[in-house]
C-alpha cells in the first residue's frame, strides 16, 4: 500500500517541488499524506468488515452502466500509474548506463517486469511483500544518501514542515501543490488496500476481533506512511536545497559546465537545453549522486509496477466478474501503457517524458472521485458496516476532506486545461466536463444519501435501510 505514496509521479512531483518552492510546501505533503493515511483507514475497515474489497461493494451497489463507467475510470488511473512507471525506470536505465540505453530501449526493457513480478508471486504473498520491503529499502537508503550528502537546512526544513504558510509565493507554487495533492492521492489504491486486507485471517462474527484489526491495520498503514513520507520529504529537500532560487541559466552555465564537471556530466549535456536533475545531482554532488538516484527512481518503478498489477486485478475481478490470469493482466495493462510512451521517447525527448508524467498526474487527479465518494459512501452504511459504520464526525471529517481534495485537484485540472493554449481542445475539454460533473453528481447523491440526507432518496439503490440481500450475506 505505501508503494503508491513512492511512485515515479510521486518523485517527480517532490523534485518539482523542492525546486520551485523550496522547503514551503512541506507542510503541503504532511497534510496530504494525513489525508491518505485517514483515507487508507476507511478502505481498510471496509475490507475487514465485509470481507469484501471497494470494487466487489460497488459491483452489489451500483446499476449495470454507472458500474461500468466507474470501472473504466478506475483502469484509467491504473494504466496512467503504469505509464509513470515505465517513465521513471526508461529515465533510470539512461541515467545508469550514461546515456548509452536511449529513452526508447529502456522503456522496451520495462517490459521484463512482468516476468520478475509473476516469478516472485507464485512464491506466496508474503515472499511478495519482502521485496516490496526490500525495494522502500533501497528507496531510503538511496534517497537518504542524497540527504546526508545535500546537506540542507534543518532549520528551514522543519519550518516548511509545520507552518501552513508560503511566503512570496504566486501560481507556479500553487499549482505545484495542488500537484502534490494529486500525487500523493492515488485512486487506484484506494481499492488496493480494502483488497490486500482480506489476505489476513479475521473472524468477522467476533466482534471484538473485527474491532482489533480494525485497529492493528490502522497502525500498519500509519508506520508504512511514515516510511513514505519520509523518503519523500528527502527527495524535497534535496532538490530545494540544489535548485531552488536558481534560474536555468545558472544550473546550465554553473552546475553543468563542461570543462569542470566529471565525464557523466560533460557526456549528459554536450546539449545543454537537455538538462534533467537526475544528472545535475551528479554535476553538483558527484557521479556517485547521480548513480544512486538512477538506483532510487529505478526502484520506485520496479514497486509501481506491480502494485498497479494488483490493483488493476482486483478491480476488474469486482466490478465485472472475470477473473484473469496476473500473466494476462499484467500484459494487458502493460502493452496499453507502453505505446504512448515508447512513441514519445523515440520522437521526442526526456522533458517531453517529464510533461507527460504532468498530464498523468493530472489525469490521477480526475480519476479521485471515483474512488473517495465510493469508500466514504459505502463505509457511512449501517446496512453494509453494522456497527462499524461511519459516525457523525466521521462523516462531516470525511465530507470535508473529499471536498478539499477534489476541488484542490479540479483546480489542477483547470490551470492544466488553460495552459494547453488552444480552442479545439478548450471546446473538447468543456464537452468532456459536463459528462465528467454529470457523473461525479451521480455518485456524490448516493453519498448523500448513504450520509442521512433522507430527502434526496427518491430511487437510490443506496440506503441505511437494511437490505435482504445483505443480511443474507452476512448469515452466510
Known amino acids: 500500500m505505501s508503494i503508491a505514496y513512492l511512485d515515479p509521479g510521486n518523485i517527480e512531483s517532490d523534485l518539482q517541488s523542492g525546486a520551485k518552492a523550496g522547503f514551503k510546501l512541506l507542510w503541503v505533503l504532511l497534510g496530504a499524506t494525513i489525508i491518505g493515511l485517514l483515507l487508507q483507514r476507511l478502505a481498510a475497515r471496509l475490507g475487514v468488515v465485509t470481507g469484501m474489497h471497494l470494487a466487489e461493494v460497488c459491483n452489489r451497489q451500483y446499476p449495470t452502466v454507472p458500474r461500468i463507467i466507474l470501472w473504466l475510470m478506475v483502469e484509467l488511473a491504473i494504466i496512467g500509474s503504469d505509464m509513470q512507471e515505465v517513465i521513471g525506470c526508461a529515465i533510470a536505465l539512461n541515467l ?49 544518501y542524497e540527504y546526508v550528502l545535500v546537506k540542507p537546512d534543518q532549520g528551514e526544513l522543519l519550518k516548511g514542515m509545520f507552518v501552513p504558510y508560503c511566503e512570496g509565493c504566486g501560481p507556479l507554487q500553487l499549482e505545484q501543490a495542488v500537484g502534490i495533492v494529486g500525487a500523493v492521492i492515488m485512486p487506484h489504491n484506494i481499492y488496493l488496500h480494502s483488497a490486500l486486507v482480506k489476505s489476513r485471517d479475521v473472524d468477522r462474527k467476533n466482534k471484538k476481533e473485527v474491532k482489533e484489526a480494525n485497529k492493528y491495520f490502522f497502525i500498519e498503514s500509519a508506520v508504512a506512511l511514515f516510511v513514505s513520507f519520509l523518503i519523500n520529504v528527502f527527495v524535497v529537500a534535496v532538490f530545494a536545497q540544489a535548485f531552488y532560487n536558481k534560474t536555468n541559466m545558472e544550473v546550465v552555465s554553473f552546475l553543468c559546465h ?219
Open 96 to 144: 545508469l548506463s550514461v546515456g548509452r540505453i536511449p529513452l526508447w530501449a529502456g522503456v522496451l526493457i520495462t517490459i521484463t517486469d512482468t516476468f520478475v513480478f509473476l516469478f516472485l508471486d507464485k512464491y506466496g504473498l508474503r515472499k511478495l511483500e519482502a521485496f516490496f520491503g526490500f525495494l522502500i529499502t533501497v528507496m531510503a537508503i538511496s534517497f537518504g
Open 258 to 476: 563542461p570543462l569542470s564537471k566529471p565525464p557523466e556530466c560533460k557526456y549528459m549535456f554536450s546539449n545543454p537545453p537537455v538538462c534533467v536533475q537526475g544528472v545535475v545531482l551528479g554535476c553538483f554532488f558527484g557521479p556517485a549522486a547521480l548513480y544512486i538516484w538512477a538506483i532510487g527512481i529505478l526502484a520506485a518503478g520496479q514497486s509501481s509496477t506491480m502494485t498497479g498489477t494488483y490493483s488493476g486485478q482486483f478491480v476488474m475481478e469486482g466490478f465485472l466478474n472475470l477473473r484473469w490470469s496476473r500473466f494476462a493482466r499484467v500484459l494487458l495493462t502493460r502493452s496499453i501503457a507502453i505505446t504512448p510512451t515508447l512513441l514519445v521517447a523515440i520522437f521526442q525527448d526526456v522533458q517531453h517524458l517529464t510533461g507527460m508524467n504532468d498530464f498523468l498526474n493530472v489525469l490521477q487527479s480526475m480519476q479521485l472521485p471515483f474512488a473517495l465518494i465510493p469508500i466514504l459512501t459505502f463505509t457511512s452504511l449501517t446496512s453494509i458496516m453494522n456497527d462499524f459504520a461511519n459516525g457523525l464526525v466521521w462523516k462531516i471529517s470525511g465530507s470535508i476532506v473529499i471536498l478539499v481534495v477534489c476541488a484542490i485537484n479540479m483546480y489542477f485540472v483547470v490551470v492544466y486545461v488553460t495552459s494547453l493554449n488552444s480552442v479545439l481542445l478548450y471546446v473538447l475539454s468543456a464537452l468532456l466536463s459536463v459528462a465528467y460533473l454529470c457523473f461525479v453528481g451521480y455518485l456524490a447523491w448516493h453519498c448523500l444519501v448513504a450520509l442521512g440526507v433522507s430527502c434526496l432518496d427518491f430511487g437510490s439503490r443506496v440506503s441505511n435501510r437494511p437490505s435482504n440481500v445483505w443480511q443474507e450475506f452476512f448469515i452466510k
